[in-house]
C-alpha cells in the first residue's frame, strides 16, 4: 500500500490506487488484507479507478479500540474524501455486508456490487450455528488463542479437519493468525447472521448481487434475496464459479455494471 489517509477516529488507513474510470473502493472479506482483492482491482484498472485497502485492524492499517462497524463505515467515508471522487463500492464475503450497511446509512455511493455477503437465513441451523461461532470465538480471542479462533473460522466455511490441519503447517498460517483478531470486527459486521431486511429497503443506489453457481445453496439463495430486497437489486451467477470468485470472471461482470 503506497497511500495512507486517516478516518475520523484517528485510525491511519493504508491503501492504493490504480486505473482510471469510475471509482470503485473494493473491501475484502473475513481473513484478508486489501492485497487479497488486488487481483480483482488489476482486472476492473483498464475502464475503473480501482481502490484497495487494508481493513481496520489488518496489514498496514491501524486499529483503535473498541471496535464499532460504524467505525469501518467512516473509514469508507474516509477513502472516498482521500480519492476525491464519487466512488462506488464492492464487497466480498462479509465485506459486501459491510457495504449494504455503508450504503443503508446513507454513505454517498453511486453503486454497490457484492459477491456472496454470507446471511445464514438460507443455511440450516444457519442462526444457532452462528450463535454458536460467536460464542467460541469471543473466548478464544479474549484468551489470546489466535489459531483456535482461525481454525474456528475455517469449520465454519466448511473446511474439513484434515485440510485444517494441513492449513497450521503450512507457511500461510503465521499471517492468518496474525490478522485473527479482525475476525470479531466481521462477526460483528454479520450481526446475527440474519438478513437484514428493514436496513436492505433502505438503499436508493443501484446493487448488483453476484453468486457463483458452484457455491454452497444458501449464499446463491441470499444473494438472491438480497437482490430482491432492496429496491434497485440485480442478479447474477456465474456458471461454475465458488465463494473464491476468480477475479478474470468476475472483473468483466463489474467492469460492466460499474461503467454503465
Same mark, same amino acid.
Given at each position: 500500500?503506497?497511500?495512507?489517509?486517516?478516518?475520523?477516529?484517528?485510525?491511519?488507513?493504508?491503501?492504493?490506487?490504480?486505473?482510471?474510470?469510475?471509482?470503485?473502493?473494493?473491501?475484502?472479506?473475513?481473513?484478508?488484507?486489501?492485497?487479497?482483492?488486488?487481483?480483482?482491482?488489476?482486472?476492473?484498472?483498464?475502464?475503473?479507478?480501482?481502490?484497495?485497502?487494508?481493513?481496520?485492524?489488518?496489514?498496514?492499517?491501524?486499529?483503535?479500540?473498541?471496535?464499532?462497524?460504524?467505525?469501518?463505515?467512516?473509514?469508507?467515508?474516509?477513502?472516498?474524501?482521500?480519492?476525491?471522487?464519487?466512488?462506488?463500492?464492492?464487497?466480498?464475503?462479509? @465485506?459486501?455486508?459491510?457495504?449494504? *450497511?455503508? !450504503? +443503508?446509512?446513507?454513505? /454517498? #455511493?453511486?453503486? %454497490? &456490487?457484492?459477491?456472496?455477503? =454470507?446471511?445464514?437465513?438460507?443455511?440450516?441451523?444457519?442462526?444457532?450455528?452462528?450463535?454458536?461461532?460467536?460464542?467460541?470465538?469471543?473466548?478464544?480471542?479474549?484468551?489470546?488463542?489466535?489459531?483456535?479462533?482461525?481454525?474456528?473460522?475455517?469449520?465454519?466455511?466448511?473446511?474439513?479437519?484434515?485440510?485444517?490441519?494441513?492449513?497450521?503447517?503450512?507457511?500461510?498460517?503465521?499471517?492468518?493468525?496474525?490478522?485473527?483478531?479482525?475476525?470479531?470486527?466481521?462477526?460483528?459486521?454479520?450481526?446475527? @447472521?440474519?438478513?437484514?431486511?428493514? *436496513?436492505? !429497503? +433502505?438503499?436508493?443506489? /443501484? #446493487?448488483?448481487? %453476484? &453468486?457463483?453457481?458452484?457455491? =454452497?445453496?444458501?449464499?446463491?439463495?441470499?444473494?438472491?434475496?438480497?437482490?430482491?430486497?432492496?429496491?434497485?437489486?440485480?442478479?447474477?451467477?456465474?456458471?461454475?464459479?465458488?465463494?473464491?470468485?476468480?477475479?478474470?470472471?468476475?472483473?468483466?461482470?463489474?467492469?460492466?455494471?460499474?461503467?454503465?
Amino acid at each position: 500500500m503506497d497511500k495512507m489517509t486517516t478516518s475520523r477516529d484517528g485510525t491511519p488507513l493504508a491503501y492504493e490506487v490504480t486505473g482510471q474510470g469510475p471509482t470503485v473502493i473494493l473491501v475484502s472479506g473475513a481473513m484478508s488484507t486489501g492485497g487479497t482483492v488486488a487481483p480483482l482491482a488489476e482486472r476492473l484498472a483498464g475502464r475503473c479507478t480501482a481502490v484497495v485497502y487494508d481493513r481496520r485492524g489488518r496489514g498496514a492499517s491501524g486499529d483503535t479500540p473498541p471496535y464499532d462497524v460504524d467505525r469501518e463505515v467512516e473509514d469508507l467515508a474516509a477513502l472516498i474524501d482521500a480519492v476525491g471522487a464519487e466512488a462506488s463500492l464492492f464487497g466480498v464475503s462479509s @465485506g459486501g455486508a459491510l457495504v449494504l *450497511r455503508a !450504503a +443503508a446509512g446513507g454513505l /454517498p #455511493v453511486a453503486r %454497490v &456490487a457484492v459477491y456472496e455477503a =454470507p446471511f445464514v437465513d438460507f443455511l440450516a441451523g444457519g442462526a444457532e450455528q452462528e450463535a454458536t461461532y460467536k460464542e467460541q470465538l469471543t473466548k478464544a480471542l479474549d484468551e489470546g488463542r489466535r489459531g483456535d479462533a482461525v481454525e474456528l473460522f475455517l469449520r465454519l466455511t466448511g473446511l474439513g479437519e484434515e485440510m485444517i490441519r494441513g492449513a497450521r503447517q503450512s507457511p500461510m498460517w503465521e499471517g492468518m493468525e496474525a490478522v485473527a483478531p479482525s475476525l470479531a470486527h466481521d462477526d460483528a459486521v454479520m450481526g446475527d @447472521g440474519l438478513l437484514p431486511r428493514e *436496513r436492505l !429497503a +433502505a438503499i436508493s443506489v /443501484p #446493487v448488483l448481487c %453476484v &453468486a457463483g453457481g458452484a457455491s =454452497p445453496d444458501f449464499l446463491r439463495a441470499a444473494s438472491r434475496a438480497i437482490a430482491e430486497t432492496v429496491p434497485h437489486g440485480t442478479h447474477r451467477e456465474l456458471e461454475g464459479q465458488t465463494h473464491m470468485v476468480e477475479p478474470d470472471v468476475l472483473g468483466p461482470v463489474l467492469t460492466e455494471f460499474f461503467t454503465g
